[in-house]
Structures are given as structure tokens and as C-alpha cells.
């Protein structure tokens, strides 16, 4: 039996992004499996020799999020094989995949509705809409996807309540941590977490956690007034800790900071 051909589509995986990390980690594991071939469609990025999967890439800017390049990389990695193609972004970048039947006509909305592949999803939710559920627009682009994952038991948990337990399961409703693998996503001391938690927090202190990278898209500022309003809604009885990844490119934190 041949393989299923196994696209992925996120940020490229040689670029230094959280989502194009992940992806390119997925992709390495999955090149592993004998029942996928594996390829990557990378928004920017230039490919790299030291990956084991063949990679496609069109530009960061001014292209969308594929839509415009799919269906040929589609018909050059698999031909008329049916197989899957898995997005590693976040919902709102993806409607026009998962719901082609709202596109104008076209050849972009008779490719995506011919059945080609399933649509698998890994989706980084980390935030709830109205009513602890996720907004409409998002429950109906979840709808169009044949296979559903998610970074947390949260998230997962917060994807059943929003289109329902029968639609999650036959969509294989499921959640994977991003230390799936721990050669790659070494675990911390825990011991030694939880001593230096103990001499930051104390009994009835308030703890706000901010977890954030060092892109444009973050809004340093917007979190540093939020934190200013609770310190002066409950004093010292608050603590702020903000996780940062290791700074890259043209950031300066002092600077943000300062700001």
C-alpha cells in the first residue's frame, strides 16, 4: 500500500517562529512513519537541505495564508492521490479553506470542494469568546475540518463545548501537548520550579501570568496597562511574571520596556 501524502501548511520550518518550530517538529516526526509522505507548503522562509521532507514556499507578504499557491503544490507533491493536508495556524487565518462552498466561484473553491485531501487541523487556541465558548466564525471553521487537535486539554475541552460532543468526536477531537517528544521539548526541573514559585508568591497573593514572544503581533504595551489598573485595583498583593522567548531578530526588550 502507498503512502498518504501528508501536506503541511503553517509558517515555514526553517523561520524561527513558535508556529513554524512546531511544524517543523511534527513534520520531522511524521517523515518517520511509514504510512505518510510527507511534505511542507512554509508562508516565508527560504527551505533548508538538513530537513527530511520536501518543502514548498511562497512569500510572507502580499501572499495570504496559501490560498493562492495550494492547489499547484497540491497537484505537484501529490498528483490524484487522495491524502491529508494538516494547517498549523490559528483559526481566523483559515476559513477560506475550511468553508470553500463561501467563496466566490473559481478555481480556488472547485479545487478545495473536489475532495482532493482531508483537512486536518493543529490549532494554537489559548482564549475564550462569549459564554466560555468560541465565536461563531471560528465554530464554523472548525466545522470544516475532518480532524481536529490542539495544544491543550483546555483548548480541546473548549473546542467540544463549542460545536458539541457529536461533531467533536467525529471530527477525532483530540489534544497534544508541544512536549509530545522529550528529546525535543526538554522538560525543566520541576523541583527547582517550584522553590523559586514559592519565594515569588505567598499565601493570598494574586498571580497574573503573561506568556509572550518577542513579535510585533504581542501587545507589550497593551499588558503593561492591564497589569498597571490591577496593582492599583489590589495593590502588593498582586504578582506579575511575564515569560519571554529567547530574544531573536531586531527586538529590544529594554526598549519595549521603557516604552
Known amino acids: 500500500m502507498l503512502p498518504t501524502p501528508l501536506l503541511f501548511l503553517g509558517d515555514s520550518p526553517d523561520l524561527a517562529t513558535g508556529l513554524g518550530r512546531i511544524g517543523r517538529d511534527l513534520a520531522t516526526l511524521a517523515s518517520r512513519l511509514p504510512e505518510f509522505r510527507v511534505g511542507y507548503l512554509g508562508r516565508g522562509g527560504n ?15 502580499g501572499e495570504g495564508w496559501g490560498e493562492g499557491v495550494l492547489p499547484r503544490v497540491w497537484d505537484d507533491f501529490a498528483k490524484d492521490v487522495r491524502g491529508v493536508v494538516l494547517t498549523i495556524w490559528d483559526i ?15 478555481d480556488l473553491r472547485s479545487f478545495l470542494t473536489t475532495g482532493h485531501f482531508e483537512r486536518w487541523g493543529y490549532f494554537p487556541i489559548d ?5 466560555d465558548r468560541l465565536p461563531s466564525a471560528a465554530q464554523r471553521t472548525l466545522l470544516g475540518y475532518d480532524r481536529i487537535l490542539t495544544y491543550s486539554r483546555w483548548a480541546g475541552d473548549l473546542v467540544r ?14 489534544w497534544i501537548p508541544h512536549g ?15 522553590k523559586v ?3 515569588f508568591v505567598h499565601a493570598n497573593d494574586l498571580l497574573v501570568g503573561v506568556v509572550m514572544t518577542n513579535q510585533a503581533r504581542k ?6 496597562a492591564i ?4 496593582l492599583r485595583l489590589y495593590g502588593k498583593r498582586i504578582r506579575f511574571w511575564w515569560h519571554t522567548d529567547v530574544l531573536m531578530r531586531h527586538w529590544s526588550l529594554n526598549a519595549l520596556l521603557d516604552d
Open 92 to 106: 481566523s487565518r483559515l476559513s477560506w479553506f475550511a468553508t470553500p462552498h463561501l467563496l466566490p466561484q473559481g
Open 219 to 224: 501587545d507589550w504595551g497593551l499588558t503593561a
Open 161 to 174: 463545548r463549542s460545536i458539541g460532543d457529536q461533531a467533536a468526536d467525529r471530527r477525532k477531537l483530540d
Open 180 to 194: 509530545m517528544n522529550l528529546r525535543l521539548f526538554a522538560p525543566q526541573d520541576k523541583r527547582e520550579a517550584r
Open 197 to 199: 514559585f514559592r519565594e
Open 227 to 230: 497589569c498597571q489598573e490591577l
Open 47 to 61: 527551505g533548508s537541505r538538513q530537513l527530511p521532507f520536501v518543502q514548498y514556499n511562497f512569500g510572507q507578504y
Open 127 to 131: 482564549a475564550t469568546g462569549p459564554n
